[in-house]
């Protein structure tokens, strides 16, 4: 009542009837992605902000709701053009550079023009896989993705809709409805002109251009702030349709550590903000009663911090590459063309594109960041070739230059000598680089690319100060560990690739996104039940009162309970209040479909039987079990609710003759009713005919908490497996949302050792079920049955 209270009252909402924006027609239970991407938010620098209590949010995320934060490499170029070209279409090395000369139209691409982005992208969608945010939406990217609608990005801009029917009185109530969000920007925009101001001041003693500095001010707000809040109110509106995936990029800790460096208190500062924004588009997400939506965090690659090359050298870029390649590549004006173009990229000056000029007379330089390409325009020698890089090494003061000369051989200069490559590239990168094999070969790739300069430059080498090439303390593009490393924090039982096979990369976060889009396919793997697996050290057992798959929010999700059991990795599974067919909840065969989901063997049987429905208790396991035994219990009329209820009996057989007997059962809910029930459990039928060698386990929804009397009467027999476990205090797993009680227990006899207990409380498992989860991890004694 709640939510649909609150469906009624949001903004969200109102803004869809209004603007007429489309819904998705899917079933709710159907799962959705929210990707939000950090932008230049390294693996280190995430954890100095954690650490530091700057994102106390995503602290949350890590120590409340299961997620886990991974490492991911970022690829080469590390920059947002190549990360979101894998992600979105599973193409590596798309661009050799953030600015590089394309050799196909014989034009200086950069990814800051939009033309040049959407002709990238154009190219991406004919030879790349199929777009990953196709029918979503994308926020503040280079590309779209294949998004059905794209706002702020590079190659799209723009909310049609909106602007099309926003007349002034629609404004006004727009703004009346935002009036939080809106007051959050004006608090905001004063903090960030406040600091802005003395970040000025500071750019200014510290002889800084001051043209440059007066517009990083509303760069810097417009980054930090507007776009934030724009794409955090508009993403909610996004959520609530119901769009299948949504993506955003934050982009105020990139703008700020390129200003003032990537581990700086003023680019920190921004992560603050965006850690709140995140919080409130996670909220929206949970709030959706259109789709089950998974919010996932990443960042593209990282920052390091450098010295701007025009304080490190006393000439600029452009002359000393004119003294080096002589007059022969020079125009009538004494300055290479090539070189006119890097400047005005390197300053983001818009300048109007010149006249293509055929490539063989002058070269051609793109250095915007601290990876960039020199293009001769001429064949050359070998032995001109290594003279070259030598004096850009020695004379230019760059600290790698690396060459292709045929189809597999590079060759690299630093200050330490000619290497070749990959052999020596632990002598250019450093042994210790955590990236050095991934490193080494993107590398060589980059000076393979189809569009790469006779001379690839980068402003790091092992050893070596770092530098970039325009006016910044924070860079990103190039190899040093600190622009490779990125990261994820996902829900840890998400699927990635396995480590053995290498580091994380972006194309292994576009599958398992594909996955979970796409549900798990193919048929269920039956096992032989005749095997006898080896006795595990640990079993890790999982009662859960699933209430038919129907969460707090109203949705049947069989999907979302899947999510809840296999967070906990279970090996076997005992649920309550199952349905299998469509009669009740207008859902699939849920065991079926949880028994497909985990790839688990499972028995089930019905307590109750309406026409085509059937409603019982099931018990799915990745171990072979024989069923021994499923009856109805003793049944008595109640005056809240008439159900029968009933008992499904499995035994388990190890190597060695162990054998473990599970009986999974669900109480009425009259007093009387129970504790019949209890009685005939306790008789011949059931565990008064196991032998007393079996390791016995009774588990299920008694309806009855601790102490009670059909507790203490089953207790006579067995143990209560959370006062078995020395030290443990005993949890709650009633009402799933605020649990202050708790009728799920598991009782065990003395072949049994409890060495854990957890009762998961993430908000995934608050709000699928009415129960929580009862997760045991128990261990047989072995002992051989005589």
Avoid at 261 to 272: D, E, I, Q, V, Y
Avoid at 385 to 397: C, F, G, N, P, T
Avoid at 629 to 637: D, E, I, M, T, V
Wanted: hydrophobic content about 40%; charged content about 25%.
């Amino acid at each position: 009542m709640v939510r649909r209270c609150r469906a009624r009252l949001s903004r969200s909402e109102w803004a869809i009837r209004h603007f007429g924006f489309s819904k998705s027609a899917d079933d709710a239970s159907r799962p959705g992605l929210v990707m939000i991407q950090i932008d230049g938010l390294s693996h280190p620098e995430l954890q100095r902000a954690l650490t530091a209590g700057r994102m106390p949010f995503l602290s949350s995320l890590i120590e409340r709701e299961d997620y886990r934060t991974h490492r991911i490499y970022s690829g080469l170029p590390s920059s947002t053009p190549a990360a979101q070209a894998e992600l979105f279409y599973d193409v590596a090395h798309a661009v050799p550079s953030f600015c590089y000369f394309d050799k196909q139209s014989e034009r200086i691409f950069s990814m800051f023009e939009g033309a040049d982005a959407r002709e990238i992208e154009q190219r991406l969608e004919q030879s790349g896989g199929a777009p990953l945010l196709k029918g979503g939406s994308a926020y503040a990217n280079i590309y779209s993705g294949g998004a059905k609608e794209a706002h702020f990005c590079m190659t799209q801009f723009g909310w049609p809709e909106i602007i099309e029917k926003s007349a002034p009185r629609i404004v006004g109530l727009l703004s009346l409805l935002h009036i939080p969000s809106l007051l959050r920007i004006a608090g905001l925009f004063l903090i960030e002109c406040g600091l802005a101001l003395v970040d000025f001041f500071k750019g200014l003693i510290q002889r800084r251009n001051l043209w440059a500095e007066l517009k990083f001010i509303p760069a810097r707000i417009a980054a930090c702030i507007v776009m934030r809040e724009i794409i955090v109110m508009r993403s909610a509106i996004d959520l609530a349709r119901g769009l299948p995936i949504v993506h955003m990029n934050f982009l105020g800790y990139d703008e700020q550590a390129h200003r003032r460096g990537p581990n700086s208190l003023f680019a920190h500062w921004s992560l603050k903000g965006i850690d709140q924004a995140i919080r409130r588009v996670y909220r929206a997400a949970y709030r959706s009663t259109r789709r089950d939506y998974d919010v996932w965090i990443y960042s593209d690659h990282g920052q390091t911090p450098v010295t701007p090359y025009p304080l490190l050298h006393p000439e600029p870029l452009r002359e000393v590459v004119s003294r080096i390649f002589d007059q022969t590549f020079a125009d009538q004006r004494g300055t290479p063309r090539g070189i006119q173009l890097e400047r005005a990229r390197m300053l983001k000056v818009k300048r109007r594109r010149p006249e293509t000029q055929p490539p063989d007379r002058l070269p051609i330089i793109t250095a915007l960041g601290p990876l960039g390409h020199i293009y001769l325009g001429r064949p050359i020698a070998a032995e001109e070739r290594d003279r070259m890089a030598k004096r850009l090494v020695q004379e230019a003061a760059i600290p790698l230059v690396m060459s292709a000369h045929g189809k597999d051989q590079v060759t690299a200069w630093t200050a330490t000598g000619k290497h070749t490559w990959p052999a020596d590239a632990a002598a250019v990168l450093g042994a210790d680089h955590p990236y050095l094999a991934e490193v080494s070969h993107d590398l060589f790739s980059l000076c393979q690319h189809p569009d790469a300069g006779d001379f690839l430059i980068a402003g790091w080498a092992h050893d070596q100060v770092s530098t970039s090439f325009p006016l910044e303390n924070g860079a990103h593009g190039g190899p040093s560990p600190g622009e490779t490393s990125a990261f994820a924090i996902l829900p840890h039982d998400i699927p990635l690739a396995d480590p053995d096979d290498g580091p994380l990369r972006l194309r292994h976060i576009r599958q398992a996104a594909q996955i979970l889009l796409g549900g798990r396919k193919g048929p269920i793997q039956k096992r032989a039940l005749t095997s006898r697996p080896p006795l595990p050290r640990t079993l890790r057992l999982l009662t859960y009162n699933v209430h038919s798959c129907m969460g707090m929010d109203g949705i049947v999700s069989p999907h979302r309970i899947a999510r809840v059991i296999e967070r906990e990795q279970p090996d076997i599974i005992a649920l309550q209040e199952v349905d299998v067919h469509r009669v009740r909840t207008q859902s699939a065969d849920q065991a079926q479909v949880l028994a497909h989901y985990l790839d688990m063997e499972f028995h089930f049987h019905p307590a109750m039987q309406i026409e085509k429905e059937q409603y019982g208790e099931a018990i799915l396991s990745r171990f072979p079990m024989t069923r021994c035994r499923a009856a109805a219990l003793p049944y008595r009329k109640h005056w809240l609710v008439n159900e029968p209820r009933g008992t499904l009996w499995v035994e388990f057989e190890f190597e060695g003759g162990r054998r473990l007997q599970l009986i999974n059962t669900h109480f009425g809910l009259g007093r009387i009713e129970r504790r019949l029930q209890a009685e005939a459990l306790l008789g011949s039928d059931w565990l008064g005919s196991i032998k007393k060698s079996d390791a016995v386990v009774l588990c299920g929804d008694l309806n009855s908490v601790r102490k009670s009397p059909v507790h203490r009467l089953l207790c006579t027999c067995l143990a209560d497996a959370q006062e078995a476990l020395s030290g443990h205090i005993p949890q709650m797993t009633l009402p799933g949302y605020h649990p202050f009680g708790s009728v799920d227990h598991v009782l065990i006899n003395a072949e049994i050792e409890i060495t854990r207990i957890r009762v998961p409380r993430h908000r995934l498992a608050r709000v699928a079920s009415d129960h929580l989860p009862l997760v045991v991890d128990l261990r047989i004694h072995e002992r051989i049955d005589t």
